[in-house]
């Protein structure tokens, strides 16, 4: 067990090294959510603009919602999509099934070692923009804080767990190209990354109810605002976690599936 | 002869490449509903914001979903016919662009048409839906100039987009790096021009205005058909836009081939 978690602290330290190394992808996929994040901030206060409340919030607050809704996408990169689909259409997959290691653990470990990595800067930057912008609002009390902790670890697993088992679709296909356009329409909508959950029509706000995305946006950015708080939000957390769990085996299945159907090309 | 030839030669190579695509039918049908998918989204935000409120700086919810029609039949149509503006990247650092420098034909018409985007017929389909709706609920005073006008800038729409990206990719020449997401950045400028752009500030507005002039996609033709201010008339400078940017994207792509030395392989 030990030596276990030694194996996979070495992937995500080795991840870790390498974000810091290769920049410039990083600080591109950067931008690039900057830029969707900034279009998004600026149509939200236009649409403040000469009202105290939209559908319930107010501007401190929606403001608040966006920032950590930044900080969560920003925090938990999808890039893992990249290095797994390279892996599997250039057949380079076959020497990872030769390591002594678990793919999906070491994939885990490895989004673990980036997510440290890209945190701190994420989080100076979300800070930064926060106090440039007004007053915010903050969790009420320790209680909160620690929900939103949770929160954002569930958030972790659940995009982790998205990613990795769109990614392994590449089995099945010759490029990522479509499923990566899907999984992240899918997930900056149904998360409430764009706009809360709460603005939702009721048939809509069902389906996103059951989806597994809410845990990666919506249940920490209300957390943090307290707008989910008692049992609504332990019922959010159970239900967040057991999704993780669920997609966890649903890994677990499609990878199993995938091993069947694998076929290296020679080089 | 040459711009009839280059037109049939266009044909030629896109109905190919329709065809090297279909062979994926799996990856064809994701990106076809990726494609749609995606816009279904984009369209559905606005519907639930605009749930809760009338306007956005004074625009109406159909008026924005016709911008946002416009954007997504431009961007199909561009990502259906020259999605290969794309793969400079790839060309340059595989070497790959020798092979089209010796052929009588344009690279730019070889590289353009190096590949399709079958999702582009999504864009395309779920655009024009949106479009012929958006035409039924908002308020436009048609005259014959406005009915002329809509295709006009929408053709130009699609010009405009083709040089920016290929332009754009044209930074490989110079970057020689194995990836290049500068084009990428560029192209996610256009979000500007998805909304009424003023509501993104002045700074903002004058730059997808004179630097990369995406709002002549589908902002300030959107202002004149709906006659929002006095300077939408500028719409019609459109295909002069269009014109302008093609010919320096052409410049650009003859200055980077000076400094394009091949791969060495």
Redo the contacts between chains.
């Keep these: 067990m030990r030596q276990a978690i030694r194996k996979y602290r070495r992937y995500a330290s080795l991840a870790f090294q390498e974000t810091i190394a290769y920049r410039i992808p990083y600080a591109v996929n950067m931008i690039s959510i900057i830029v969707t994040y900034l279009v998004i901030f600026l149509i939200w206060m236009a649409v403040f603009s000469g009202k105290s409340e939209v559908g319930g919030y107010q501007w401190a607050e929606m403001k608040t919602y966006l920032i950590i809704s930044l900080f969560m996408s920003a925090l938990i990169s999808g890039s893992s999509e990249f290095r797994i689909s390279r892996q599997i259409r250039t057949g380079n997959i076959a020497v990872e099934l030769l390591r002594p290691a678990d793919y999906q653990l070491g994939s885990l470990a490895i989004t673990l070692g980036n997510c440290l990595s890209e945190g701190a800067l994420v989080g100076v930057a979300c800070l930064g923009f926060a106090l440039a912008t007004g007053p915010g609002v903050l969790p009420p009390d320790a209680v909160s804080w620690a929900a939103f902790a949770l929160a954002c670890a569930i958030a972790f697993a659940t995009k982790f767990l998205l990613v990795y088992v769109f990614s392994l679709a590449c089995f099945w296909t010759n490029s990522l190209m479509g499923i990566s356009w899907l999984r992240k329409g899918l997930t900056d909508f149904f998360s409430g990354a764009l706009i809360p959950l709460s603005f939702f029509p009721l048939w809509l706000k069902g389906a996103a109810d059951w989806l597994p995305f809410k845990s990666i946006v919506w249940v920490p950015a209300s957390a943090f605002t307290g707008r989910l708080a008692g049992v609504e939000l332990a019922r959010a957390l159970a239900v967040g976690a057991a999704w993780a769990v669920a997609l966890w085996f649903i890994a677990r299945f499609v990878w199993s599936r995938a091993m069947r159907k694998v076929t290296i090309q020679g080089g | 002869m040459r711009p009839l030839r280059t037109v049939k030669l266009f044909f030629r190579f896109l109905a190919q490449n329709t065809k090297i695509k279909l062979e994926?039918k799996?990856?064809s049908l994701?990106?076809?509903?990726?494609?749609a998918?995606?816009q279904t989204?984009g369209f559905?935000?606005l519907t639930?914001?605009f749930?809760?409120?009338p306007s956005?700086?004074g625009w109406t919810e159909w008026e924005i979903i016709f911008m946002l029609s416009a954007i997504f039949i431009s961007e199909g149509l561009v990502s259906f016919a020259f999605e290969g503006a794309w793969q400079i990247t790839f060309l340059v650092n595989t070497g790959e662009l020798d092979r089209m420098l010796l052929r009588p034909v344009s690279p730019i018409l070889q590289i353009l048409t190096f590949t399709m985007g079958i999702?582009g017929i999504g864009n395309m389909a779920l655009g024009a839906v949106l479009f012929s709706a958006s035409l039924a609920h908002v308020h436009i005073a048609w005259t014959a100039a406005r009915v002329v006008f809509i295709p006009l800038f929408i053709v130009s729409a699609c010009v405009i987009r083709t040089a920016i990206s290929f332009a754009a990719n044209c930074s490989a020449f110079w970057l020689k790096?194995s990836?290049n997401?500068f084009p990428?950045?560029v192209y996610?400028?256009a979000?500007?021009a998805?909304?009424p752009t003023s509501?993104?500030?002045k700074a903002?507005e004058a730059f997808v205005i004179f630097v990369v002039p995406y709002a002549f996609i589908s902002y300030i033709p959107a202002v004149w058909l709906f006659d929002k201010a006095w300077w939408g008339v500028f719409a019609w400078a459109s295909p002069l836009v269009a014109l302008w940017l093609a010919l320096l994207a052409r410049a650009v792509f003859y200055r980077g081939l000076k400094a394009y030395d091949g791969s060495g392989s």
């Design positions: 994926y799996l990856d994701i990106l076809f509903v990726a494609g998918a995606m989204l559905l935000f639930v914001l749930s809760k409120i956005i700086a999702h790096a990836s997401a990428l950045m996610q400028l979000d500007f998805k909304y509501i993104f500030g903002i």
